[in-house]
Nanobody, 124 residues
Framework: QVQLVESGGGLVQAGGSLRLSCAAS????????MGWFRQAPGKEREFVLG????????YYADSAKGRFTISRDSSKNTVYLQMNSLKPEDTAVYYC?????????????????WGQGTQVTVSS
């Protein structure tokens, strides 16, 4: 059974930092890309950034450039999202997801597996 389990969310003040983790299990992800999405209340789920499982490729949405970083530790089967200089508009539920390599990075419908999400709240 494939599982993606996010952790690390919480409440932080504007300007602060958080690191989210996504622990993957249940299959090998060598031919997958791992993406982070977020969904704020009343809004559609949006792509934030992604990384190939090999770590050789990354893709960032404009909202993430300069503040967020994605990385992975293949020995731990874990993908990380480092978020710095957080803003109130970053408040959302953050989801980890996996899509077959070659899929469109930013389209949620291309992702086969999803985690349950972790809440990030940034106070002003």
């Amino acid at each position: 059974q494939v599982q993606l389990v996010e952790s690390g969310g919480g409440l932080v003040q504007a300007g602060g930092s958080l690191r989210l983790s996504c622990a993957a299990s249940g299959r090998t992800f060598n031919n997958y890309v791992m993406g982070w999405f977020r969904q704020a209340p009343g809004k559609e789920r949006e792509f934030v950034l992604g990384i190939t499982w090999s770590g050789t490729g990354t893709y960032y949405a404009d909202s993430a450039k300069g503040r967020f970083t994605i990385s992975r530790d293949s020995s731990k089967n874990t993908v990380y999202l480092q978020m710095n200089s957080l803003k109130p508009e970053d408040t959302a539920v953050y989801y980890c997801a996996a899509a077959p390599y070659g899929s469109s990075w930013s389209r949620p419908q291309h992702y086969d597996y999803w985690g349950q999400g972790t809440q990030v709240t940034v106070s002003s």
